[in-house]
């Protein structure tokens, strides 16, 4: 069965730019998370998405912002970037069912974001 | 609101040498708590977990933690570490459904 897959992995942009971030979680995963991980602040939680809506949110302004399609499938936006959003954007995904129980994530390879 | 502590940021062992990295948390509820791992250029995977029962949990590559409830504490250990363990260990917790991160500790491991 495939991973979690991240596109682009690599991005670079420049201050003020806005950017998507892609996730394709594992086949029949219905959860996905985000996280940003930084040399500073460690990973830190963004949010999750369940059955395209968003479950939960971690403290991070509103320019941080994602969705989730019918597939599972999601994306991150951040705009209005600023150099402190420079990060290894990592997503998760996850078998979470309605309940919320936790189950095990699994992590993709990470977009590094570098901003200019 | 829930916090993950790791005491040491960086650790350097040789090999055969034993491993214990320290995890506490703060929480007041049912928490479940694992153990992550980072090896260079690789993704973020899962060492071990403990959601519930016997409070001595054991993961992968022979890694094993110690959940006490008491101390909210949930420390990783392994007898005897390999050059191939050189990587980076994340501690989290699970609260209210999302994964709370510690700040990690990086294992290195000289031959």
């Known amino acids: 069965k495939a991973g979690v897959t991240q596109t682009p992995r690599y991005l670079i942009k420049t201050r003020g730019q806005q950017v998507t971030l892609s996730c394709s979680p594992i086949?029949?995963?219905?959860?996905v998370s985000w996280y940003q991980q930084t040399p500073g602040q460690g990973l830190q939680f963004l949010f999750e998405?369940?059955?395209?809506?968003?479950?939960n949110k971690g403290n991070f302004p509103g320019r941080f912002s994602g969705r989730q399609f019918s597939n599972s499938r999601s994306e991150m936006n951040v705009s209005t970037l600023e150099l402190g959003d420079s990060a290894l954007y990592l997503c998760?995904?996850?078998?979470?069912?309605?309940?919320?129980?936790?189950?095990?994530?699994?992590f993709g390879p990470g977009t590094r974001l570098t901003v200019l | 609101a829930q916090s993950v502590s790791q005491h040491n940021h960086h650790v350097i062992l040789s090999e055969a040498a034993s491993l214990e990295l320290g995890c506490n948390y703060s929480?007041?509820?049912?928490?479940?708590l694992f153990w992550y791992v980072q090896y260079p250029g690789q993704h973020l995977q899962l060492l071990l977990k403990?959601?519930?029962?016997?409070?001595l949990v054991k993961g992968i590559k022979g890694f094993e933690a110690e959940f006490i409830k008491s101390k909210f504490s949930f420390n990783l250990r392994k007898p005897s570490v390999q050059w191939s363990d050189t990587a980076e260990y994340f501690c989290?917790?699970?609260?209210?459904?999302?994964?709370?991160f510690g700040q990690g500790t990086t294992l290195q491991v000289k031959p």
């Open positions: 989290a917790v699970e609260g209210t459904g999302k994964l709370i």
């Open positions: 086949s029949g995963h219905r959860s």
């Open positions: 998760a995904s996850s078998l979470a069912g309605e309940s919320s129980s936790y189950n095990e994530q699994f």
């Open positions: 403990y959601f519930s029962g016997d409070p």
């Open positions: 929480y007041g509820g049912t928490v479940n």
């Open positions: 998405y369940f059955s395209e809506t968003q479950r």
